[in-house]
């Protein structure tokens, strides 16, 4: 997702992603008049990755995926589906669409809302010390495929329904 829109704490991260679907559509327009050759590009929003715990952090606090996350199992799916039916770009999220109108049809609005939304969303409370992650080198061991952030989501989810309701009893 991060190849269509712009999100704070996440330059690097943005930037490489806007470099593969410009990479993707190239390689879609060089490949286009070539028999059997089809250039997919999937596109989720957030996963279940340990990418948060594993990216490099000099931010001070360890990110975490914003809601809706999807498992990395959707994702996969996605791309074995594309190579029985390719198509140019397959979205794979339930916000995306959103995010992409918010980006394209109202900027400003986008703009105000995305930092104050991230710093809620995709940033968690526990601190962290700055650290490379592995970027530089590998962390033997820490391989998995789950970031194990659904679980804890799905509280935070549970938390921010069940506001309006404290808030009710607060002041009734």
């Known amino acids: 997702m991060l190849g269509h829109i712009t999100a704070p704490y996440l330059s690097g991260y943005v930037a490489s992603k806007w470099g593969l679907q410009g990479l993707a559509r190239v390689l879609q327009q060089e490949a286009r008049e070539t028999p ?83 710093r809620l969303a995709a940033l968690t409370d526990r601190p962290v010390e700055p650290h490379d992650g592995v970027v530089f080198a590998p962390a033997p061991g820490s391989e998995r495929l789950r970031g194990g952030w659904l679980p804890d989501l799905v509280r935070v989810a549970r938390a921010v329904g069940e506001a309006p309701a404290a808030i009710r009893r607060r002041l009734g």
């Open 36 to 118: 059997g050759v089809h250039v997919c590009i999937v596109t989720p929003g957030s996963v279940d990755t340990p990418v948060y715990q594993r990216a490099a952090n000099y931010l001070g606090r360890l990110g975490r995926p914003p809601l809706p996350v999807t498992t990395p199992e959707r994702v996969a799916r996605a791309i074995v589906d594309c190579a029985d039916r390719p198509r140019r770009e397959v979205s794979v999220g339930r916000a995306n669409s959103v995010m992409r109108f918010g980006f394209t049809v109202l900027p400003g609005v986008y703009d105000a809302l995305v930092g104050p939304l991230m």
